[in-house]
């Protein structure tokens, strides 16, 4: 077994364990299942979804496959810290570490979608994502409420505090609240034309730049951090240069990843946007996708890929 299995899956995964192959996140429990010791104490855990088997598979060295029920929406997100990667899906969280161990959910956070964290807060959805509620150790702070109708996305810039949230599908405007959680400003509006937006599902922030991905209008727009815009690439289709409903985006240290959902596929473009290459197609084998719909660079070298129509959470190397 490679070292990069955690030790409870090692076990799980051993010829004395059950085998991956008769075993079914659908069909299985655990009331219904003998696990190891070692993951009677995640199954057991409070944390941990009696629906979510969470087994993962090994593939390969660096090509881990985690198994989770099935997804209707979800998210990733990796901490300031790159220590710790968040899993949420139909309102679950899932919290990995490092070596792909479950973990605590840091705060008692019981529920949602976890947009941004690092070791001081987490913001993360409430209220059928109508509201963004910042956690931290003591206290709890809900952020912009009666302004955001439908939240689709949530950063903060590390460099000034600013709190960046993309307001989906009722305004089609980015709102910006200082580090009191005061509205500051606002902007955009729905449209087709450069410089509008029509549902900005995900941001991403770096530098100077934030990046809106809008799934209704295929493409990528690129704004300044006080609103102004830049440019945009992508537009409607299943060529290289096209997307279908994307859904996700991360950024590496050169280059700007979209999971491209309807296509079925990784885009990758250079921070100018200029198109440079494609990973993946649809299928259900390591390295193929159905319907991803985000996906985050980790410890510099994973990139992790959340897909609903195969209901998994890939981890890939990435170099």
């Not at 491209?260 to 390591?286: A, F, H, M, P």
């Amino acid at each position: 077994m490679s070292a990069l299995l955690p030790e409870f899956l090692i076990e799980l995964l051993s010829p004395s364990s059950t085998s991956p192959s008769s075993t079914s996140p659908s069909s299985t429990s655990p009331s219904s299942t003998s696990p190891s010791t070692s993951l009677s104490r995640f199954r057991d855990a409070k944390y941990f979804d009696k629906n979510v088997i969470g087994i993962i598979e090994q593939f390969a060295r660096t090509e881990l496959v985690i198994k989770l029920g099935p997804i209707w929406r979800g998210r990733l997100c990796v901490n300031q810290a790159d220590t710790n990667m968040f899993v949420s899906f139909d309102r679950k969280i899932h919290v990995y570490d490092k070596k792909f161990n479950l973990v605590e959910i840091p705060f008692g956070i019981q529920e949602g979608e976890v947009a941004w964290a690092d070791e001081k807060c987490v913001l993360t959805t409430a209220s059928a994502y109508r509201n963004l509620v910042m956690v931290t150790e003591n206290q709890s702070y809900l952020i912009g409420r009666y302004k955001i109708h439908t939240l689709n996305d949530a950063v903060i810039d590390p460099m000034t505090g600013m709190i960046y949230v993309a307001d989906g599908s009722t305004t089609h405007k980015i709102f910006v609240f200082n580090k009191k959680r005061e509205l500051v400003f606002q902007f955009g509006e729905r449209g087709e034309d450069p410089g509008q937006l029509y549902r900005p599902h995900r941001l991403a922030i770096e530098g100077d730049r934030l990046y809106v991905l809008e799934e209704y209008n295929h493409r990528v727009s690129v704004f300044s951090i006080g609103g102004e815009f830049l440019f945009c690439f992508g537009s409607f289709g299943s060529e290289n240069e096209n997307f279908y409903n994307p859904s996700g985006i991360c950024l590496s240290a050169k280059e700007i990843i979209i999971a491209d959902t309807g296509n079925n596929c990784l885009k990758i473009w250079s921070k100018e946007g200029e198109y440079l290459r494609s990973y993946g197609q649809i299928g259900s084998k390591v390295g193929q996708f159905w319907h991803p719909i985000d996906v985050r660079i980790y410890k510099s070298k994973y990139i992790a890929v959340l897909e609903t129509g195969n209901s998994r959470l890939q981890i890939l190397d990435w170099k």
